[in-house]
């Protein structure tokens, strides 16, 4: 079994006062770090990803100057700006824990954690697709957390249940872009066979 931890997209420009800051941003990234700190051993893995956008690029149309908030945005998580950073507490976590780090979106829209690489796509390095390294595991269980909860949460614990993951979404551990339809979002992810629950229920994927 290998259990992980998925905290999407916890950047700058998502929390507030970023370009795209979703209320309750710092208090899921404060929750997330209490969590992900009191809980690393009961994973075998923590996953950060990051929406690491090219610069100067409109990304595959994701960034427009009058954007849709669906499908066009304005621009955010640019590769090397402040508010493409991972939020301080949680780039701190890989201080002090083992994590893995995704980037998603160099160039192109990706709401999915699994779109994305381990490695730096900026740096013409060797990159690795986080989809073929979960697909490398046996019976991953992953529990889903982050930013936001209607976009990239629900896109990566999808695309990870596509996968033959077993899913769960912690909500409290995560905030929405539009919270009124949280309650069709939950029944969506329930219909996709993700779990959702709290992280008090501490028991990953229980
Ligand atoms: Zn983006």
Redesign the pocket.
């Known amino acids: 079994m290998t259990r992980l931890l998925m905290i999407v997209?916890v950047q700058n420009d998502f929390c507030e006062g970023g370009a795209?800051g979703i209320e309750g941003g710092h208090t899921v990234a404060e929750h997330i770090d209490r969590y992900a700190r009191a809980h690393a051993d009961d994973y075998d893995a923590i996953v950060l990803t990051q929406?690491f956008?090219q610069p100067g690029s409109d990304?595959g149309g994701?960034?427009a100057d009058e954007p849709d908030f669906q499908d066009t945005?304005p621009v955010?998580?640019v590769a090397g700006t402040s508010g493409g950073e991972l939020h301080p507490l949680i780039a701190a976590l890989s201080d002090d824990l083992e994590v893995i780090r995704v980037r998603k979106?160099y160039g192109m829209?990706?709401?999915s954690g699994m779109e994305g690489v381990i490695g730096d796509p900026s740096s013409g390095g060797p990159t690795e697709s986080f989809a073929e390294w979960v697909a490398e595991h046996e019976d991953v269980q992953a529990d889903v957390t982050g930013l936001a909860l209607d976009f990239?949460v629900q896109a990566t614990a999808r695309d990870l249940v596509a996968a033959g993951a077993r899913v769960r979404v912690l909500t409290d551990l995560s905030a929405a872009v539009h919270p009124a339809a949280s309650a069709e979002l939950l029944e969506d992810l329930e219909r996709h066979g993700i779990l959702t629950g709290t992280s008090d229920q501490n028991t990953p994927s229980a």
């Open positions: 997209d795209l929406d956008h990304n994701h960034f945005w955010h998580c979106g829209p990706a709401y990239c």
